[in-house]
């Protein structure tokens, strides 16, 4: 079954930058997705497809996704940014792959 | 605006059934492959099921596969997740999703909690 790996904590200054990296076997060939959980919230998506945005979504918010690491990068980190951050993929035989998780605190 | 809301979470013993809705609005329901996706507590995400539009095709995951099974009502806009022979280690919160052709989830609902104790 494919496999994801995430950092478990990442921590931040406000307004400096945090980087989420998600780690696979040649992650780079398949679509990333990024979702961010508040505590007691649902899920929601971030950046899709390596490094969309949905709508409503910051800009401070990006994606990039090459080799074997995708990386969600936020800028100017803000307090409501703290939550944790899950990675996505689709694959065709373990069908939605989840990454493990990374929690990021804001300093 | 699009919203999913899920019911029919509660608590149940080991070796019981329970079955969870999904109730869709705002979009073309037909049009979409769903899922359900759990989160155990204090853990992380894990992908249970999801369906085709039409429902021709369904897969599960390995963990409950045999034990859960998925169907939909497109005349109502509900999604369901029969469990059955449920196991501790299902306790869970359950969230349905639209699923954008095997690609990301977007959105998902509020979640229910399913508690497997004796």
């Known amino acids: 079954s494919y496999v994801l790996t995430q950092p478990p904590s990442v921590s931040v200054a406000p307004g400096q930058t945090a980087s989420i990296t998600c780690g696979g076997d040649?992650?780079?060939?398949?679509?990333v997705h990024w979702y961010q959980q508040r505590p007691g919230q649902a899920p929601v998506v971030v950046v899709y497809?390596?490094?969309d945005r949905p709508s409503g979504i910051p800009e401070r918010f990006s994606g990039s996704n090459s080799g074997n690491t995708a990386t969600l990068t936020i800028s100017r980190v803000e307090a409501g940014d703290e939550a944790d951050y899950y990675c996505?993929?689709?694959?065709?035989?373990?069908?939605?792959?989840f990454g493990p998780g990374t929690k990021v605190t804001v300093l | 605006q699009v919203q999913l809301v899920e019911s029919g979470g509660g608590l149940v013993k080991p070796g019981g059934s329970l079955r969870l809705s999904c109730a869709a609005s705002?979009?073309?329901?037909?049009?979409?492959?769903m899922s359900w996706i759990r989160q155990a507590p204090g853990k992380g995400l894990e992908w249970v099921s999801y369906?085709?539009?039409?429902?021709?095709?369904?897969k599960y995951a390995d963990s409950v596969k045999g034990r859960f099974t998925i169907s939909r009502d497109n005349t109502k806009n509900a999604l369901y997740l029969q469990m059955s022979s449920l196991r501790p280690e299902d306790t869970a919160v359950y969230y349905c999703?639209?699923?954008?052709?095997?690609?990301?989830?977007?959105?998902w609902g509020q979640g229910t909690l399913v508690t497997v104790s004796s």
């Open positions: 369906i085709s539009g039409r429902g021709p095709t369904i």
């Open positions: 996505q993929v689709w694959d065709s035989l373990s069908d939605h792959v």
């Open positions: 999703a639209r699923d954008q052709d095997n690609s990301w989830l977007d959105p």
């Open positions: 497809d390596d490094s």
């Open positions: 040649n992650v780079g060939s398949k679509s």
């Open positions: 705002g979009f073309t329901f037909s049009d979409y492959f």
